[in-house]
Nanobody, 115 residues
């Protein structure tokens, strides 16, 4: 059974930084393009960053230049480095496959940015 375990969230002031991690188990991680998603209160979940199997990255316009996604296939882990955080980045962050068919969602990690 595939498990996604996100960590690294927290409370940070505007302009601060956080690094999120997502450990993936129960599957061959390197086979999948992965993404980081977020869901703010009252809003739909959105894809903010993705990384292909080969390491190509894409970002939502709202985070471009501030967020960086990376992966370590040896550790079955995908990361999201976030800098220059803004209050509007406040959300629960999740990782999952970047594709039509996804795994069951993990519990996510809460990121709260205070102004």
């Amino acid at each position: 059974q595939v498990q996604l375990v996100e960590s690294g969230g927290g409370l940070v002031q505007a302009g601060g930084s956080l690094r999120l991690s997502c450990a993936v188990s129960g599957t061959i991680f390197s086979r999948y393009a992965m993404g980081w998603y977020r869901q703010a209160p009252g809003k739909q979940r959105e894809l903010v960053a993705s990384i292909s199997r080969g390491g190509d990255t894409n970002y939502a316009d709202s985070v471009k230049g501030r967020f960086a996604i990376s992966r370590d296939n040896a550790k079955n882990t995908v990361y999201l480095q976030m800098i220059s955080l803004k209050p509007e980045d406040t959300a629960v962050y999740y990782c999952n496959v970047d594709g039509v068919i996804r795994f069951n969602w993990g519990q996510g990690t809460q990121v709260t940015v205070s102004s």
